[in-house]
Nanobody
Framework: QVQLVESGGGLVQAGGSLRLSCAAS????????MGWYRQAPGKQRELVAA???????NYADSAKGRFTISRDNAKNTVYLQMNSLKPEDTAVYYC?????????WGQGTQVTVSS
């Protein structure tokens, strides 16, 4: 089992920045992937960004140029730096951890961007 603890959500004005963090603990293998998804009211959960333990990154088109995902493998922690936030970025953001055939989710953290 893997446990995920998220932090860093909140309320910010359009154009502002937030940094999300997610720390994983438990039975963690060296090869894994961590990422962030988001779900806005009435919409499906969607990928925002992901990063493998080897450092390969993947971004949604909506995140490219504004968001940066990074990780500290020693701390099993993933970060999402979000700049130039827009009202349409408002959603619950979920941390995701994937290894072998297992997939884990954090409890979610609310990000609200006011116009």
């Amino acid at each position: 089992q893997v446990q995920l603890v998220e932090s860093g959500g909140g309320l910010v004005q359009a154009g502002g920045s937030l940094r999300l963090s997610c720390a994983a603990s438990g039975r963690i293998f060296s090869i894994n992937a961590m990422g962030w998804y988001r779900q806005a009211p009435g919409k499906q959960r969607e990928l925002v960004a992901a990063i493998t333990s080897g450092g390969r990154r993947n971004y949604a088109d909506s995140a490219k140029g504004r968001f940066t995902i990074s990780r500290d493998n020693a701390k099993n922690t993933v970060y999402l730096q979000m700049n130039s936030l827009k009202p349409e970025d408002t959603a619950v953001y979920y941390c995701n951890f994937h290894q072998e055939w297992d997939n884990y989710w954090g409890q979610g953290t609310q990000v609200t961007v006011s116009s």
